[in-house]
């Protein structure tokens, strides 16, 4: 690794089609056993790499306007979901529709064709949804 | 980056308290501008780095007994949480208590002292809170 990373993502597959309401991502073969009882489980939190914001100058972003709205304050990247951030990791919570062979097709994916996977977690209520969570007026 | 590696990740803080229920995160100067507005939100998103599992073993794991416990189904490390998985992110839902200079204190953080922290998002109910998801018997 460069002297500048710290840690090192391997993909474990890619999103080959999207068209904003479904989406199928294809695992690669080493890592398909890992998908074994994932359809136990209604929906998945996908992590993906923002392939199109790694460079030098959108992980140096620190500041935001949301939705680059520039009538919003101008907020923290931690505090907005920008894909500009230091480490450019997306998340989105998917309802799972189905396997295919190598294929996983979600519901719900905010996320490029071509964009890489780099992980894929159960989505558990008890820990992960808090629906009474506040926002502010700005993101409204 | 080595050959093996696709992405750079590079740490953004580390935990550096945690009793259990409180903890205590210290983020890196040249980041800490990335939490302006922050204390708008109630809760967080925290990705960590499992640095105890950043090694050729863990990382290799593909099928996990769920709580390493050997009566229940072995299934895939993508239908479990295990810190044993190919890129080692923890993600973790938290209250949000308080800034206090460099740190951010929350609450129902996983993860051990010293582990890195490699992203914070704003945690957004209408699209990261899903009470009704399904979760299979064996993990109840």
């Known amino acids: 690794m460069s002297e500048n990373c710290n840690a090192c993502i391997r993909f474990i597959g890619y999103v080959i089609e999207n068209d904003g309401n479904k989406a199928k991502i294809a695992i690669f073969n080493e890592y398909l056993e890992g998908l074994r009882r994932i359809t136990d489980f209604s929906h998945l939190i996908i992590l993906y790499w923002f ?71 159960p989505y558990i209520p008890r820990i992960d949804s808090v629906p009474s969570a506040k926002i502010p007026d700005w993101l409204k």
């Open 51 to 121: 392939h199109m914001r790694d460079n030098k100058k959108d992980r140096s972003t620190i500041l935001v306007h949301p939705r680059g709205d520039p009538s919003k304050p101008l907020v923290g990247v931690f505090a907005s979901r920008s894909p500009c951030r230091p480490n450019p990791v997306g998340l989105c919570v998917c309802r799972l529709l189905d396997i295919r062979g190598d294929c996983i097709i979600v519901e719900g994916l905010d996320a490029f064709v071509d964009s890489p996977i780099i992980d894929i977690k």
